[in-house]
Nanobody, 124 residues
Framework: QVQLVESGGGVVQAGGSLRLSCAGS????????MGWFRQAPGKEREFVAA????????IYSDSVKGRFTVSRDNAKNTMYLQMNSLKPEDTGAYYC?????????????????WGQGTQVTVSS
């Protein structure tokens, strides 16, 4: 399984921006569909965004659509999540995940490899 490491989390005021990165360990990074999930304290992990192997197809949760952008650079084995217009409800631990297979998915069960997460805190 591919090893994943997230970075870029931090504390930001509402309305601000952050960019998260997810670095993969394998040269076959481009063979994986990728996704971002988040988990707030006391809540279940929820889907945020996902992208296809090439980055040509991306999907988003309704709560972040229009504010967040997922992208990837397969030459650098890295996926990104650009987060703009952040809200306090975006606070949580953000996880990147990798999946095999040809389809983009928003289901956590479809992803076999997970990073350890990076914390995002949005203050009001």
């Amino acid at each position: 399984q591919v090893q994943l490491v997230e970075s870029g989390g931090g504390v930001v005021q509402a309305g601000g921006s952050l960019r998260l990165s997810c670095a993969g360990s394998e040269v076959t990074f481009s063979s994986y569909g990728m996704g971002w999930f988040r988990q707030a304290p006391g809540k279940e992990r929820e889907f945020v965004a996902a992208t296809s192997k090439s980055g040509g197809t991306s999907i988003y949760s309704d709560s972040v659509k229009g504010r967040f952008t997922v992208s990837r650079d397969n030459a650098k084995n890295t996926m990104y999540l650009q987060m703009n217009s952040l809200k306090p409800e975006d606070t949580g631990a953000y996880y990147c995940a990798a999946k095999n297979g040809p389809f983009v998915s928003r289901l956590a069960k479809d992803f076999g490899s997970w990073g350890q997460g990076t914390q995002v805190t949005v203050s009001s």
